[in-house]
């Protein structure tokens, strides 16, 4: 009778140990579903940044241009990053033979950047971001009005001289970037970010684009540019990448 | 690893800037002149007809009012010389041992930015050349347009001695 009710015991626990253990199987899976679904939202957060290399160098080379541009990104899928990059230059640059060129003018460059750090953790999950190299390309462009003034035109043998100015209101400019960098996180979604950019002039709507000096956020209009940036900023993820 | 990269991205920087910058100086030669080349048109008894033959002789070019001489007492069958760059036309002195003309050249001139380093190169485009006829029998205009230095824009014609 005991040996009995022993046993009817010790099923009644092994079924409950059982069903327990199936339960928590339940909801673990249910958990590690509910935590796939999450991590396979596109959407993985948003970066704000500042660029502190462009005014800085604006400065140190001493070449009369100010710039400033910051980006915001958005981190899709841990893979694509398309960005906006907003900006405003200026330069005031006075040459050796007397001309004087002046421009102020915003910029923006719009595109995307591509991880280049394996993100997959298995099958189905994707490691979260915080840092990675990149590779990207933007299309930028410009509405600029510039003057180039006091430009010489010296006649060293007839001892004759003639100063010519040129303006022009509303010249745009559209050109192409191909970036490379890394983006690496700090503190507390802190991050920050370098990149070597070089841009080429695609297009303008004035007939001598050499009036043109400088585009700000492309640089000096007369050939292809490479550029730096180093950028401080702070970044917004969803749960499942903190 | 991570530091390394910084510093490899710091030094390409660098070098990147370093390699545009620029002094503002002009690396560009700007300079237009206009050809001339000597002539003298020789009669062929035997075939009937003139033909053009190079005419070398011991020269002195200058502008006219101008003190400036740009060849003095030379071996010259060609020469280059420069024309005003702000007013449209320019007369020039040449002068042999023996005799002295002057040629007056009418012409536009175009300005074309080039940069902000360089400024304007002016180039021209002739339109009327004439001539004293002393040494010198005609003169004409062979290639109108003054756009680069090396080049025949003008053919003068000497009399046959």
Known sequence: MLNKQLTYCLIVI????????VCAEDKATGKEKAKSEKKDTIFRGISAHIDIASPLMGYVTDHGIRTLEGCIDVNLLHRFFPIVEVGYG????????????????????????LNLLNQRQNEDRTKGVKSYAFLGVRYGMSFVNYSVDNVRIVDEYWQLEKTLSYHKDFAYAGWAEIVGGIRVDLVKGFTMGWSIRYKMLLHSNISNKN???????????????????????????????? | MKNKLYYILIATALIFYGC????????????VKMGVALYQMVYNSETGTFNQQTYTTKLTVYGLNNDSILYKEKELSSFEVPLKKTEPFA?????????????????????????????CQVTHALVLATTTINAIDSVGIRAENVTTTGETHLNVYYHVK
């Open chain 1, 211 to 242: 009036e043109m000096w400088y585009v700000p956020g492309y640089g000096k209009s007369d050939g292809s540019v490479f550029d730096f940036n180093y950028t401080i900023g702070y970044t917004f993820r969803t749960n499942n990448t903190k």
């Open chain 2, 91 to 119: 007369q020039f002195v040449l002068k042999t041992e023996s005799s002295s003309d002057t040629i007056t050249v009418l012409y536009t001139n175009t300005e074309t930015f080039i940069s902000l380093e360089c400024g």
């Open chain 1, 90 to 113: 200026q330069a005031d640059k006075a040459m050796d033979n007397g001309s004087h060129y002046t421009v102020n003018a915003p910029f923006t460059r719009i595109g995307l950047n």
């Open chain 2, 20 to 31: 545009d910058s620029n002094d503002g100086e002009c690396r560009k030669d700007l300079t």
């Open chain 1, 14 to 21: 092994a079924s409950l140990c059982v069903s327990l253990t």
